[in-house]
């Protein structure tokens, strides 16, 4: 898009909704087929808080602090606030994030990083601020 703007990226780190693989065929260097499923949860929770998201970043960038910079709203537009209006923009551009956590080995022997709640001095150098966190705090 051409000239300055802002944006806001508000994303949904605790999904209920849940995808998965299958394999493409018996070939192991095929790529699996993904189905990610966003937004899919029963009880259509996950979408309800991306539509209220979408609201908060409207309040947040109507305030006075943002008056000097605010333009128009280009995405999902501020034409129409019902409902079915800002679910039909999520729908539309729901997408995961690459949010690491969880990557170092959790256990008591030597090759494992984090055990019994500690993190190993002598393994820190492979650990780096959520890389030792079994479920990221949000």
Known sequence: LPGRGMTLH????????????????????AKPKLFANYLSDADDFDRRVLVEAVRTSRRLFKSKAFDAYRGDEMFPGDNDDSDAAISAFVRKKAETVYH?????????????????????????????????????PS
């Open 10 to 29: 508000a994303c949904h780190l605790q999904p209920r909704s849940r995808g998965h693989l299958e394999l493409a065929s018996a070939d192991p260097t």
């Open 100 to 136: 690491p956590v969880g990557t170092c080995k959790m256990g008591t022997d030597n090759e494992s990083v984090v055990g019994n709640g500690q993190c190993s001095a002598a393994q820190a150098t492979r650990s780096s601020s959520a890389s030792a966190t079994a479920m990221h």
